[in-house]
């Protein structure tokens, strides 16, 4: 017997567009619509889909980059309301209309959310959407199309999220705000705790990602199909230049996509009703949420993530299961040291032979922004359903390895009532953790923790640094003056641990190695 109220996944849909031409038609919001229209025909109600779309009650988007970053800002408009736009294209008349603040781990977040409302009988089918259309916009730009996205349906959605900035006023004075800046310097902090020179480990991220790549060329809805080679990976070359060292191009996420998803989900009770076959039903076993300290500056470790080892550890234990009963993994994926420090937190081996990507990973299936993770559960209903029985875990990532949220799926039934864990436990044991003091004007000696360069197009740019004080200790932000020297030597040398001078200069910290 499975509780009326158990909370289940009935449908997923996934698009990937990566040759149609940008138009009026398609916005971002009718993007989304046309990947929800998907998912309901993947639930296969007995009432119809487009009956089912109309029965929605709780309807979130996921913010568009268009919404968050200048650098994506789009000049062919926006709408008002996104979650009414959808909303309005299916029928539907929900009682939550959600727009997500920026966030990767918000899908699984809201997946999370939605189950615990459906158990408590608050929600009947709810959804969670996204959809990015940079490639469109790119094109339509270069190409002067005079396109028209702007819609106002009315009314304000509700914001759903951690609105704060990922990044402190002491990074952001040393021009540390983007993912393309924080996750190299992760990276050289886990080298380095791994005692590995800079060759090695270019060779173990070749390897790591080669595994991505090598699902990526089997999934038609990804987007660099190539089955790409650790080599090929890890040498830098025209089609694979350096972005921001130790990562070339092909280790970064890959937003320039068309890309949207959805899933849907409802009670036990509710997908009898309306008629939805069990072999679509997919439970979410185990659930959790929890953030990392906040700015990535004050960790105590920049190699480790105790919420993703918290997250894993509680969605297996709400199962009643153990690591090895997963069959599969969705690890979200930006930059190797995302899926590195996952592994590591989970307990999986750098030649475990399962699945740690589903997709194809951020890179290589594509990054979508805030939705990505979407396409991961979309997938991972695919996987169980294919296999019944097993077990498929999705991790998802939000800011700089610091918003986390996972979810153990199934077409297994979970044995009695829904619960979980209030998620406030763990935050609690997540804050109660030690941090880093940060002295915003460092003097004297000292010595590099971690770094990463930066390019330009052709040239290498700015270096950064988080470093320690010789005389106290302390963690300290710095960067490079821009000179070229300097920059090349950066390059050619081992920086983890070298000797610096460190001052203020015109208002920020600026090293130059003893």
């Not at 138009?23 to 025909?41: I, K, P, Q, T």
């Not at 297994?412 to 763990?426: A, C, S, V, Y």
Request: with cysteine.
């Amino acid at each position: 017997m499975i509780d009326p109220r158990t909370p289940i996944l009935i449908g997923g849909g996934q698009i990937t567009d990566t040759t149609g031409e940008p138009s009026s038609e398609r916005s971002r919001v009718a993007f989304c619509a046309e990947a929800v229209r998907v998912a309901l025909a993947d639930a296969r109600p007995s009432v119809g889909a487009e009956a089912l779309g109309r029965k929605i009650d709780a309807l979130a988007v996921m913010e568009f980059f268009s919404d968050i970053s200048p650098r994506f800002a789009s000049p062919f408009g926006r709408s008002s309301n996104p979650p009414r736009s959808v909303a309005n294209r299916l029928g539907a008349r929900p009682r939550q209309l959600l727009y997500s603040h920026s966030g990767g781990n918000m899908p699984q977040y809201l997946v999370n959310r939605f189950a615990e409302e459906i158990a408590e009988g608050e929600t009947e089918l709810a959804l969670v959407c996204g959809a990015e259309l940079l490639r469109s916009t790119q094109n339509a730009r270069k190409a002067g199309l005079a396109i028209d996205w702007n819609e106002d349906p009315g009314g304000e959605p509700e914001r759903v999220g951690d609105r704060r900035f990922g990044f402190s006023e002491e990074e952001a004075r040393h021009e540390l705000r983007a993912a393309i800046h924080f996750y190299p310097l992760l990276e050289n902090a886990i080298r380095g705790g791994l005692g590995r020179d800079v060759p090695a480990h270019m060779n173990a991220m070749g390897r790591l990602f080669e595994r991505l790549a090598a699902v990526a060329k089997d999934n038609p809805l990804a987007t660099r199909r190539e089955g790409y080679s650790a080599d090929q990976l890890a040498t830098i070359s025209d089609d694979n230049r350096w972005i921001c060292f130790p990562y070339p191009r092909l280790m970064n996420a890959n937003a320039m996509i068309d890309q949207a998803a959805a899933v849907l989900m409802t009670s036990v009770e509710k997908a009898r009703e309306w008629g939805i076959p069990q072999d679509r039903w997919v439970f979410l076993h185990g659930c959790a949420d929890g953030t990392d300290t906040w700015f990535v500056s004050e960790r105590d470790r920049l190699d480790a993530s105790p919420a993703i080892h918290g997250c894993a550890r509680l969605a297996l234990d709400m199962a009643g299961r153990r690591l090895s009963d997963v069959t599969a993994f969705d690890l979200y994926s930006c930059f190797p040291s995302a899926v590195e420090v996952a592994m590591k937190e989970i307990g999986l081996a750098e030649d475990d032979p399962r699945l740690v990507s589903v997709t194809g990973g951020l890179p290589f299936f594509g990054g979508p922004g805030n939705n990505y993770v979407t396409h991961s559960i979309a997938e991972m209903m695919k996987v169980v359903r294919r296999q019944p029985g097993t077990f498929g875990m999705v991790t998802a990532n939000g800011n700089y390895l610091t918003k986390h949220s996972a979810g153990l799926y199934s077409t297994e039934p979970t044995d009695g009532p829904w619960r979980r864990q209030d998620p406030k436990i763990l935050q609690a044991e997540l804050d109660a953790r030690p941090k880093q003091s940060v002295n915003g004007a460092p003097h004297g000696a000292g010595r590099i923790e971690t770094y990463c360069v930066a390019y330009g197009k052709a040239a290498p740019e700015k270096g950064y640094i988080f470093g320690r004080l010789d005389s106290s200790g302390d963690r300290f932000v710095a960067m490079t003056d821009g000179d070229p020297a300097l920059l090349a030597d950066m390059l050619e040398r081992e920086q983890l641990g070298r000797p610096v001078k460190v001052g203020q200069e015109n208002g920020r910290n600026i090293f130059r190695p003893l």
